[in-house]
Every structure is written in structure tokens, then in C-alpha cells.
């Protein structure tokens, strides 16, 4: 990439990783539109020029953000688990209520890619479609092709990606108020108990089954 | 309010309106922090000064669009209607599903809102709490007292915030692949059929209810 990777080696590889976890934060206080790569370098040392060596543009730079931050997940929770899908997804939210400033990051970001011509919109559309495609696998494996209700495991796939980011907005709103791990539990007891009949009213009904 | 007002009467209370409508569009196609008094003038054909006449400050502005919205939503959705609280809900999702744009300005400023300092920060955790216990209310008096799974009204009050909050985001992003009203619907099933036995499968159990 140039003289200066050349000359530090390992270093270069350590600011690029520090510009990441920085912009993270930023993009977190002040979304995408209220950060500068300017703020970004400036908390870091670093002139704009300096940070434009490893990102080109802002854009780039939140890509990158994301898919680290999605690619860290994806290791940590799915990664050859053999564990039902949904406690995995517990584990996820008990994780995340020990790291507010990404939660947040990803609350303010998801939602600012809604507006038109945001340069995460395409990022987030495939995003999501990946995430509800994944659920509907690790539901169907866990509970089978007929929910609580009737639900089709795409619309539970739906239903757990809302519960997930509702829940996070009312958490970081009101910490004390709202349990994140408790409420993703108990949606998940909603998925598990209708899936087959509910135990202590239908002993009768279950060798009809 | 001045010579403005006096001399125009009822075309003041009609600009006042406007400036609101608009400011609503900007605030949801560019964030809080993304937009400026001058830009909703501009767009309305005022003057900055035009527009400080009726809002002495953004922040004053973004808090009159919100409280009007949700005065709004309230008199068409709760005023005295006695349909039970989840058909409330799913014509509340029908409704939104014919108003993107409101509904956009309502995901980014209620996510903006997480960060440090918002200035809608106070009015969304106070805003979010009155809803958490307005639905709690409604949940009981349709459902009782536990509910599907064992869940008390105030888990599902949280859980059917979130799902309607996550669901509005992701259809927002993917309108053809996500369809509020039928998830919502969805949702609504969840927590009625696990309420009391569920009907085929029981038959027998709820005469013992």
C-alpha cells in the first residue's frame, strides 16, 4: 500500500484495526450523516489524509465497520455451534447487554439506512434478507416446519429479527426498565411451547399427535 | 404572537401545519442532526426567521412533529374504541403500511434518539414507557393475566413494541419481502393461542378450564 505500511509493518495493520473500532464508536454518537472522516482521524491523531490511506471514503470506511462487526457475530454465535438455535440467540442478546456503544451503532445505523440514497441502505437490505434466511434454517432444525400458532418458520424468522432490534432500542433507551436476555426468552418460550402441544393441558391430546 | 398572526388569522395556524408536515419529511429523509431550520424554510418558502416564528429552536420543532404524530395515531387507534387491543394494533400496522414516510421518520429519530444528548432522547424513554404500559393495560384486559407461555402482560407489552418497531424497519428496507399487516397478524396468534388451551387439540381440556 505504500511507504508508510512498508516501514511499520505489524503497525499499519493495528491503526487500521484502531480506525475501525474508533469510527464504530463515532458513527454510534452521531450516525453516519453527523460524522466526518475529519472527527474520525482527529480522535485518533491522525490527519484526514492519514485515515484516507486506509479508507478511501466515508462509505467505504462503514462498510467495513459493519462487516467487521457482523463477521465477529457470525464467529462467535453460529460458527459450528451445535447448540438450538434459539439459545444461541439468547446468548447473542446476553452479549450485547455487555456492549451498549455497538448495540447502539447498529440501532442508529440500521435505522438511518432507511432514508433514501444512505450509502448502508443496499448493505442492510441484504443484510437482513441473510439474517431472516439464517433464522428460518436454525428454527426449522430446532422446531420443525409448523410453529407455535402455525407460524411458518419465515414468519417467526421475521418476528425473532424484529424482537431482537425492538428490544435493543428499548434497552439502550431505558436499561433499568427493559431486560433484554428475560424478553428474548420469553419469546423464545412463545416459538417453543405452541410448536408442539402445551404439556399440562393436553395429556390426552398428545397421543392423538 | 405578533402582527403576523393578527393580520393573517387563520392562515397562520394553516403555515404552522405546514411548517410541521414538512419538517417531519426532513426530519425522516435526513435525521435530526441532518437537518436545519434553514432547509425546512427553504422548502416551504420561508424564511429561517419565518420559521422561528412559530418554533424557537429544531429541537422545539422536533418535538411538536413527534407529539403530534402520536396524538394523532392515539385519537384514530385507542380514542374510545372497544375492539380488542391486538385488532387495535393490526389496524395501526394497516394504516402505517399506507405511510412510509411518517413511519420512516419514526424509525430514525426513535434509533437517533439512543445516542448522548439527543435532544428527543428524554421524550422517547418517557414516550416508550407509556406505550409499554398502555399495551399492558389493553393485553390484560383482551388476554388476562398470563398469557402464552406463561408470559405476563408486561413481557408481551415489551415483545409487542419491539415487533411492531422491528418489523416497521425491515419492511421499510424490503417492502416486497416483508409484510407487516400478515407478521403483525402473526405475532397476534402467538399471544392469543397460547392464552388458553389451543382449540382443536383440547377439546377435552377446556371444560376442566
Known amino acids: 500500500m505504500g511507504d508508510v505500511d512498508n516501514r511499520r509493518g505489524g503497525r499499519a495493520h493495528n491503526r487500521r484495526d484502531e480506525i475501525l473500532r474508533v469510527a464504530l464508536e463515532t458513527f454510534a454518537e452521531r450516525g453516519y450523516r453527523g460524522t466526518s472522516l475529519?472527527?474520525?482521524?482527529?480522535?485518533?491523531?491522525?490527519?484526514?489524509?492519514?485515515?484516507?490511506?486506509?479508507?478511501?471514503?466515508?462509505?467505504a470506511l462503514l462498510v467495513e465497520v459493519l462487516k467487521l462487526r457482523d463477521a465477529e457475530d457470525y464467529q462467535?454465535?453460529?460458527?459450528g455451534s451445535d447448540e438450538p438455535h434459539l439459545d444461541g440467540m439468547r446468548h447473542l442478546m446476553e452479549y450485547n447487554a455487555t456492549r451498549p456503544g455497538v448495540v447502539q451503532s447498529f440501532t442508529v445505523l440500521s435505522?438511518?439506512?432507511v432514508t433514501d440514497a444512505h450509502p448502508?441502505?443496499?448493505y442492510f437490505i441484504a443484510r437482513y434478507r441473510v439474517a431472516r434466511e439464517h433464522h428460518v434454517a436454525g428454527l426449522r432444525e430446532e422446531l420443525g416446519e409448523r410453529l407455535a400458532a402455525g407460524l411458518t418458520p419465515e414468519q417467526?424468522?421475521?418476528?425473532?429479527?424484529?424482537?431482537?432490534?425492538?428490544l435493543q432500542l428499548q434497552?439502550?433507551?431505558?436499561?433499568?426498565?427493559?431486560?433484554?436476555?428475560d424478553l428474548v426468552d420469553a419469546f423464545a418460550r412463545l416459538l417453543r411451547e405452541g410448536a408442539t402441544p402445551a404439556v399440562p393441558a393436553v395429556a390426552g391430546a398428545v397421543a392423538d399427535a
Chains 1, 2 share one sequence.
Open 171 to 181: 434497552w439502550l433507551l431505558d436499561p433499568d426498565q427493559v431486560d433484554l436476555v
Open 120 to 122: 448502508a441502505r443496499e
Open 156 to 166: 417467526a424468522s421475521a418476528l425473532l429479527v424484529a424482537v431482537m432490534d425492538g
Open 38 to 59: 475529519a472527527v474520525v482521524a482527529e480522535r485518533i491523531g491522525l490527519t484526514q489524509q492519514g485515515v484516507l490511506h486506509y479508507f478511501p471514503t466515508k462509505q
Open 76 to 79: 462467535r454465535f453460529d460458527g
Open 111 to 113: 435505522a438511518e439506512s
